[in-house]
């Protein structure tokens, strides 16, 4: 490998590397303002709080709830994932190992709800979800995000299932295996890695989920990260350091699921296109 030594070549990679210091250090730094005020008592032109404390996060969970939104979060989330695995696998099968007029077609239909921002779309579905009297409810906050979740499962699930030689699922038939045991023990351990991929993404991306959140949750049906900006916004004096408090409880749950998605996940799976197998 032949490296450019000239002058130019130099200044041009100090000044990426710059820049992406200059990005690193301002993150961190705004990460730390949050964590330093959630455990600090006064912090008034001071580099640090006069005093810590940890008080604020007992005052944010009996102020905002955060008991009961925790739950209805794991609980959404899991549903989420759950149906969005039972769909996303099926529907990504039945495409991979069929050819039919329309395919790429259909396959753009996917994309979109990928690519568009979820405002866009998430208006006028949390318009239908009211008018069908399932916005504001558990069950609306679950349909809204499976709209971006399945497709999500679809597109990454379909190089797994390509990558299985379909006379691997011939033998198995031929040897007398049902369809579910042929899913069970044939399908399911080869496709186990690709599974865990997508539903783990699936849950962090549901974790972080906004717009269509907000869009279509009620007072008994608010995630951690809508009950957050309500927080926020919400009328009357609210203590910084609570409200702080909450931001990092948020975002240690957020943290959390990402690292562990990404124990089980390697990220080049989701843009490679693995090597078929076959016996």
Sequence with gaps: MIRDTSLGAKLWITAVWAVVGFFVINVLAMIATVILSSVGTRWLGTWLPEAFTTRWYLAAWQEFQLSHVLLVTFQIVFMVVILSGLLGVTAAYA????????????????????????ITFGIPLATVLYKFGVGGTFWGVVLANLVPTVPFVI?????????????????ARVFGAGTFRLFIHVLLPMLLP????????????????FELTFLTAGPTSQTLVVALYYSVFAAGVRAVQSIDAMAVIYMVTTLVWLLVALRFVNPTQIVARPKQISH
């Design 194 to 209: 690709g599974i865990l991929a997508s539903l783990l993404l699936v849950l962090v991306r549901t974790v972080a989920m």
């Design 95 to 118: 495409i991979a190992r069929r050819n039919f007029p329309g395919k790429r077609l259909v396959m753009f239909i996917f994309l979109l709800p990928l690519l568009v921002p979820p």
């Design 155 to 171: 597109l990454v699930m379909i190089p797994f299932i390509e990558q299985i030689d379909p006379k691997v699922e011939a033998a």
